[in-house]
Nanobody, 124 residues
Framework: QVQLVESGGGFVEAGGSLRLSCAAS????????MGWFRQTPGREREFVAV????????YYADSVQGRFTVSRDNARNTLSLQMNSLKPEDTAVYYC?????????????????WGQGTQVTVSS
């Protein structure tokens, strides 16, 4: 049974930074795509950043391009998201996700394993 546990969320002022981490257990995820998604009340979960198993392929949502950096450590079975220059519109619950098989893709429907989410709140 795969478990993903996020940490690192919190409250920050606009322009600040946060680093999210995701620790996986129950299975080595070194051969599958992983990613970060976020959700606000009343809206669908949306793509933030995804990364291939090797780290060679990385995709970002336009809204976070240049401000967020996704990375993974396959030896430690972890995924990270460095968030800089945060804006109030980045406020959301952030989720770590992994696929059972296959490459990193942008659609959250293609992901099989999810963490419980961590709240990020950015004040103006």
């Amino acid at each position: 049974q795969v478990q993903l546990v996020e940490s690192g969320g919190g409250f920050v002022e606009a322009g600040g930074s946060l680093r999210l981490s995701c620790a996986a257990s129950g299975r080595r995820l070194s051969t599958v795509g992983m990613g970060w998604f976020r959700q606000t009340p009343g809206r669908e979960r949306e793509f933030v950043a995804v990364i291939s198993w090797s780290g060679a392929d990385i995709y970002y949502a336009d809204s976070v391009q240049g401000r967020f950096t996704v990375s993974r450590d396959n030896a430690r079975n972890t995924l990270s998201l460095q968030m800089n220059s945060l804006k109030p519109e980045d406020t959301a619950v952030y989720y770590c996700a992994a696929r059972r098989f296959g490459a990193a893709v942008e659609s959250p429907r293609e992901y099989d394993y999810w963490g419980q989410g961590t709240q990020v709140t950015v004040s103006s």
